[in-house]
């Protein structure tokens, strides 16, 4: 099956609004106590691959946070991917880009 066709209409109608909402940032923290720079370099890899990203940045006083910014950038895909290949991921944040406003 579709995995969009499967979605409810308002998640759906949420995506949507979202993906118009460009450019935005994700803002990604890994919750591992030992933050090296091996995982930080894949997250990166990963982030760099997908679709709309732009640019990639670390952040944090622990250097855990990956901001991603970009436009049509699929948040959830991203974290996902990241959660599978990394570890432990939580979107901080989605919105608009602070810069550009």
Do not use: H
């Not at 759906?12 to 890994?30: A, D, G, S, T």
């Amino acid at each position: 099956m579709d995995g969009k066709r499967c979605l409810p209409k308002a998640i759906r109608i949420v995506i949507y609004v979202l993906k118009l909402m460009m450019p935005y940032e994700i803002i990604w923290k890994n919750k591992r106590s030992i933050s090296t720079a091996k995982i930080r370099i894949k997250a990166m890899k990963i982030a760099v691959a997908s679709p709309g990203v732009v640019s990639v940045a670390i952040q944090g006083e622990e250097k855990n946070q990956l901001v991603v910014t970009g436009e049509g950038i699929d948040a959830v895909n991203l974290t996902k991917l990241i959660r599978q290949n990394v570890g432990f991921a939580e979107v901080l944040s989605l919105g608009p880009n602070e810069e550009n406003n």
